[in-house]
């Protein structure tokens, strides 16, 4: 299947700074992208989406890039709170599935 | 409009039995997808399913595993003859249309513990 990675496992963050997690995908044909927050013990939570077409996108306190030059997605998340903390995977589409990276651990440090 | 369904939340097995999770997707959505999780890894996928057809298995093994989503109630993934190697997470989501430029919603996992 195609590979979507991510570049650091884990990060740690003070509470209130900005939060930056990095993904990298290998399908150029991929089209939509999105983020998903894991709470423990607890099922994917859709974040944000991010078409192809598109190279930024924001929400609320989150904001995703998209460069498909280099084939690298990234998620900011600003003023980062301890609610935070979860693991966040990048998710690209590519036919009828949903390829996911391993994941990226945030800790929020109060 | 409740949310994706998944039971049981939990289930163990003994080596050698069979074990059945079931998702009941979103209100309005017919396509269900699988995904496997181990402890400390992604999310790998299993099947995609609409009703009554399978579209797209590559992800599942090749023996021992199937899924169903019929005309009525919830999609079924079963495993037969379970084996300590499928201790995992199972997660199903669904969406209205297919994977193509639409978020999936997913349910809270069944996990399975193989004893």
């Known amino acids: 299947g195609e590979n979507v990675g991510l570049h650091l496992p884990t990060l740690s963050v003070q509470e209130g700074d900005n939060s930056i997690i990095n993904c990298a995908y290998s399908n150029s044909a991929s089209d939509y992208f999105i983020w998903y927050k894991q709470e423990s013990g607890k099922g994917p939570q859709f974040i944000i989406d991010?078409?192809?077409?598109?190279d930024k996108r924001q929400g609320q306190r989150v904001t995703v890039l998209l460069n498909k030059t280099v084939k690298h997605l990234s998620l900011q998340i600003a003023a980062t709170q301890p609610g935070d903390s979860a693991v966040y995977f990048c998710?690209?589409?590519?036919?009828?599935?949903?390829?996911f990276g391993t994941g990226t651990s945030l800790t929020v440090i109060p | 409009n409740a949310g994706v369904m998944q039971n049981p939340r939990h289930l163990v097995r003994r080596r050698g039995q069979e074990a059945r999770l079931r998702c009941s997707p979103m209100k309005g959505h017919s396509h269900v997808y699988w995904y496997r999780q181990l402890p400390e890894e992604g999310l790998k996928f299993m099947v995609y399913?609409?009703?009554?057809?399978?579209?797209?298995e590559s992800g599942m093994p090749k023996e021992r595993f199937s899924a169903e989503f019929p005309k009525e109630g919830p999609s079924i993934l079963r495993i037969q003859q379970v084996v300590r190697g499928d201790s995992a997470a199972y997660f199903c989501?669904?969406?209205?249309?297919?994977?193509?430029?639409?978020?999936?919603?997913f349910g809270q996992g069944t996990r399975l513990t193989v004893v």
């Open positions: 399913l609409q009703k009554e057809n399978i579209i797209d």
């Open positions: 989501a669904s969406s209205p249309i297919g994977t193509a430029n639409t978020e999936a919603f």
């Open positions: 991010i078409r192809s077409n598109m």
């Open positions: 998710a690209e589409t590519a036919g009828n599935q949903f390829y």
